[in-house]
């Protein structure tokens, strides 16, 4: 449209035509392609302006549960590099958080004993992530560990004495004790209530 109203006007009639009919090729050759470059190229648009929001941190809930055990293998930075760490519990008595501390010894006054279960799996079975949740509580009493008497807790694959269960409640594998019936191989509660850390014996 633009074209032929500019031809037109270039090769009018009158005075003007011997003016500007030899010019009117060239200068419509002209017109065409600066016509073309400006319908191929589209403009841009500015640059957006960078973000003023800063990143969200992850909010972090103190009522939230420990990390469910570690059964399976941690990355290195994750494995505590003092060798014996000691658990902290929480209001309800249940030791938290990744420790690598085996020595231990039972406060529960139970004359009884404190009660040490295991189910008809192996303690690599119970360990491999792909076992699910434990129900550890209802596996039956293997043995008792007397009070005052001292155990050793074994390592789980990961590195750590706590393994979670399925109501999140922090157990102890037993892996050696020194009481009259040696108890081992089996599934303490870990809570403050019946076991408390103590220094490694020389």
Partial sequence: MYLDYLWKTLTQSGSDRGRFKPLGLPMLLAIVTLTTVS???????PPSPP???SPQSPVVNPNSPPIQDDRGSD????????SSIFP???????YTG???????????????GLNCRMGDRTIDQVW???AGALDIGTWSVTGTLPPDSTFQAALSPGGF?????????????VESSNGPEQTSNCFIRANSKYITPIIPPR
């Avoid at 990355?75 to 003092?82: F, K, L």
């Avoid at 990744?98 to 009884?112: A, C, F, L, R, T």
Wanted: aromatic content about 8%.
């Fill in 128 to 130: 491999n992530p792909s």
């Fill in 39 to 45: 319908c191929t190229t589209s403009p841009q648009s």
């Fill in 75 to 82: 990355t290195p930075d994750e494995i505590p590099t003092a």
């Fill in 51 to 53: 973000s003023t929001q």
């Fill in 161 to 173: 004495v706590l393994t979670f269960d399925a109501n999140n409640q922090p157990w102890m594998f």
């Fill in 98 to 112: 990744k420790s690598d501390h085996i020595y231990w010894q039972v406060v529960d006054p139970d004359p009884n």
């Fill in 88 to 94: 902290k519990n929480n209001a309800q008595g249940d």
